[in-house]
T-cell receptor, first 115, second 112 residues
């Protein structure tokens, strides 16, 4: 157990639908990162939050949004889902942006399947 | 642009041999590098990191080498074991930023 909790582990939904993925960072970590991993692809950075504020954006689609709440958990919202959105979505956390004794700690991911 | 790439997509080694996984990065401003191991169905797991003010760092059975001149990173695994079979990713971080930029990954297969 890495200390980063992601729910749900698996999600199957239809095209056009909207889903919410949840992440609880490791205790003490203030920064949360979301990554997308498609089949045979590396990890693509989506977005980063630090203490409730958006810190950096990557290749995140306009159909996707995220937020970090006062209790530091984060949610990634994916809407108007397309088949190509099927992927593993990982959340990672660190003490502060760019800092961490052992890099960033990743959760076990949410596998999203759009049918 | 942002690009961290791996020279070999797959690597097959015999149990007990040493493994070397290579990575090229493109941003000379990156000052922190990490190697992650990802087993099937799991999230990336930290292996070892190195800062740009170092050339080499050793862990338990693993060594990371950094060559800033040619922007090259390598991960050496000594006495490779079947449990080392996984996909290995290198990642880089630029100063002042928080996000990690990942390479495509190398799949390491260890034959018993």
């Amino acid at each position: 157990d890495s200390g980063v909790t992601q729910t749900p582990k698996h999600l199957i939904t239809a095209t056009g639908q909207r889903v919410t993925l949840r992440c609880s960072p490791r205790s003490g970590d203030l920064s949360v990162y979301w990554y997308q991993q498609s089949l045979d692809q590396g990890l693509q950075f989506l977005i980063q939050y630090y203490n409730g504020e958006e810190r950096a954006k990557g290749n995140i689609l306009e159909r996707f949004s995220a937020q970090q709440f006062p209790d530091l958990h984060s949610e990634l919202n994916l809407s108007s889902l397309e088949l190509g959105d099927s992927a593993l979505y990982f959340c990672a956390s660190s003490v502060a942006p760019g800092q961490g004794t052992y890099g960033y700690t990743f959760g076990s991911g949410t596998r999203l399947t759009v049918v | 642009g942002e690009n961290v790439g791996l020279h070999l997509p797959t690597l097959s080694v015999q149990e007990g041999d040493n493994s070397i996984i290579n990575c090229a990065y493109s941003n000379s401003a990156s000052d922190y590098f990490i190697w992650y191991k990802q087993e099937s169905g799991k999230g990336p797991q930290f292996i070892i990191d190195i800062r740009s003010n170092m050339d080499k760092r050793q862990g338990q059975r693993v060594t990371v080498l950094l060559n800033k001149t040619v922007k090259h990173l390598s991960l050496q695994i000594a006495a490779t074991q079947p449990g080392d079979s996984a996909v290995y990713f290198c990642a880089e971080n630029k100063p002042g930023g928080g996000k990690l930029i990942f390479g495509q990954g190398t799949e390491l297969s260890v034959k018993p």
